[in-house]
């Protein structure tokens, strides 16, 4: 039996196990939405924007480990997704962007709506596809999703012309696919593993960098063994937040422009360097030259293009990172029977005089609210049990520093790309798959404003996302660089005209709460957390308030700006200088 | 230092813009790129010179095998190789010079390949330097103008690891 191309993609998503989709209809894809009406097993969910449906579906997938589908229309429709999948491809999240076309005898005539979104995407996606023979769709789309969530994940685009949405053809699902040309090693190589192990068994301070592999892989729990069994402190990245336990003692926070003291301290000390799932991303390393002089490295991840890319590695590992902390572990495990808490007592405590010198910190004030404060107020408040998706600049960094995440999968950040905008429509993707959950975007009032249409989606489907803006009408990160080292010249980061969010709120059939000080930040918490709706929390911020510590661009990450001057004399400090 | 590097491919629309992509979205040098079928019409052969430090050619290596179409990828650097390129090139000497640009042509086992009343086109393949040579003494002659392919590159079948 013959069936309609719209028939087959849809079903071919079935088949992939898609129950949601977040798209927005137009021309060319009438066919498709036509097939989706009523359709009892996919829910689409109606963005108010197509970059708004990409973000959720990047959200879902980071949310879920699962693939986020998003369905948008030709030209305009596609091009607003080049900016969440660049997103997803500079922080590995599988998601599959399926976009219209026209129809395939109007391609390259300037048609309208026409965008050549293949060549548009073709830098920031792993891999994307022009279907232009109904009898490839279906196994375009099995191999889709295979590229998207295996090896390194990425996002990847279908672009599917009108016609071929409505020619018929039999749909024939493939049950195996093969592409001979991508093979991700998933194994890693066991000498290497073994010259690893026996580097970390001769290493007296060594430390763990876990970066978003750790969870795209999910390998937490092989992280968490290893750390235990040799006692190693880890450092997460941005990207590894919530891959090993932040409460945990051998946590020493996020490393590199605004980590903790103690995890660059640590970084610049160590001998050895254990990296699992990361890049050496440059908010990572500050001055590759000066970048732990005394360590070597051993670089653990399954893309062999982020090994030696920045730094020089004495041990490269390529391969999933579960697959080989899990043999990494059972080296250890079997070779020689060391004393693992004595040898690391001199290192452990030293790290613990780093962390009584310099923990994270900021100044309470009773007449106005710290954002710190809020982040702080937001942990206590969920007890932690909560998904964070955050927006871009301060609020990303303090929703960093002083949330604590003790599981992989609930700290939602744009990090490589960095973009404003993300955390609202990432959020209503966590808040479908995940119903029950609370979820909160921590937000500002700049960012919050590139995505503010998608109020409208959240309330339509009764999403209870909680929006935590900290409101300091700026764009701060900016201001904070134009204070410290622009001479104080504002220029352009005052953003005047910031609209009164209680109303935006109110007027989307939202509820909209405020806090002007910091006594009322508890109810107003309290009180969105209570409601099952969503909710805007207006917190009205010191302006003032920076990200510390701060390494400035360029220059070692030991080199930071704290909020005000070291009370004791720093030895070490002087000591790696 | 520079590099050849061969890369084998599906043959698939888009495949090149993908590699070219490559070389111009991450700021590798491309000296040339020829490309064209293989014994399997299913698979494409591309050569492709290009310059840069040790770790930046291992970064072009790595970045080629990444790409979802890239079957293969050869840094001839490592390897015996032999190497051509060919030169189509349009002369049109003076009287006095004509019996010398054919001499020269013969001497590097060039073909005239056409000819008018005022000019040759000769045809010349060979390694870089040959070519280079031959380039520069045809330009006393009269050049018109010259095309030259893009080098290919084959492993030789006894090859060993330089």
Known sequence: MKVSGSEILIESLKKEGVKHIFGYPGGVVLNIFDYLYGDKDIKLFLTRHEQGATHAADGYARSTGHVGVALVTSGPGATNTVTGLATAAMDSIPIVVITGQVATSLIGNDAFQEADIVGITRPCTKYNYLVKDVHDLAYIVKEAFYIASSGRPGPVVIDLPKDVTAVQAKFNWPEKIDVRSYNPTMEGNRWMIEKAARKIEKSRKPIIIAGGGVIGSG?????LELAEFTRIPVTTTLMGIGGFPSTHALSLGMPGMHGTYYANMSIQD?????????RFDDRVTGKLDAFAPNAEIIH????PTSIRKNVDVAIPIVGDCKKVLAVLNQVLKEGEMLQWAEIRKAWLKQIDEWKKLRPLSYTFDENVIKPQYVVERLYALTGGDAIITTEVGQNQMWAAQFFKYDKPRTFLSSGGLGTMGYGFPAAIGAQVAHPDKTVIDIAGDGSIQMNIQELATAVLYELPVKVAILNNQYLGMVRQWQELFYGERYSHSHLKGVPDFVKVAEAYGAVGLRATKPSEVDAVIKEALKIKKTVFMDFVIDWKEKVYPMVPAGAPIDQMLFEEAPKKEDKKLKAVK | MRHTISV??????????RVAGLFSGRGYNIESLSVGETLDPKISAMTIVTTGEEQVIEQITKQLNKLIDVIKVQDLFEVD???????LMKVSPRQEHKAEVLRLAEIFRGRVVDSSPKTYTIEITGDEKKLEAFIELMKPMGVKEFVRSGKIAIAREMSKNK
């Not at chain 1, 390998?219 to 992280?223: D, H, I, K, Q, T």
């Not at chain 2, 084998?8 to 813009?17: A, D, M, P, R, T």
């Open chain 1, 219 to 223: 390998a937490s729990p092989e992280l």
């Open chain 1, 270 to 278: 160590s001998d050895l360097i254990i990296a699992v799932g990361m």
């Open chain 1, 300 to 303: 653990i991840d399954i893309d």
């Open chain 2, 8 to 17: 084998l491919v599906e043959n698939k629309f888009g495949v090149l813009s």
């Open chain 2, 81 to 87: 190789h032999v190497e051509r390129e060919m030169v």
